[in-house]
């Protein structure tokens, strides 16, 4: 986990045209629920949030506190973080 949170803007560059991918294959909509399995520091959290909106909510499970600290931290101020879980 600290690797990950380390070097999250390597790895955000790294993995935004599969975050891009995977947010364009599950095709969150307004008011849906997001389980995101293995969510690290919260790299496509960010999108699914925006896009279930306020009505909607995602959901983080990770076994790093670090890489899940960093997702809170990233999905703060977004509508739908405020009812999100991370584990």
């Known amino acids: 986990g600290q ?4 070097n999250q803007r390597t790895f955000d560059r790294m993995l935004l045209p599969l975050g891009d ?6 095709a969150p909509r307004a008011g849906e629920r997001v389980l995101d399995v ?8 960010v999108e699914m949030s925006a896009a279930v909106g306020a009505s909607g909510r995602v959901d983080g499970v990770d076994g ?6 960093t997702a809170r931290r990233r999905c703060a101020g977004i509508a739908s973080s405020s ?4 584990a």
């Open 3 to 6: 690797a990950w949170v380390a």
């Open 21 to 26: 991918l995977v947010v364009a294959a599950a």
């Open 38 to 45: 293995g969510s690290g520091p919260g790299h496509y959290a």
């Open 83 to 86: 009812s999100s879980n991370w």
């Open 64 to 69: 790093a506190a670090d890489s899940l600290e």
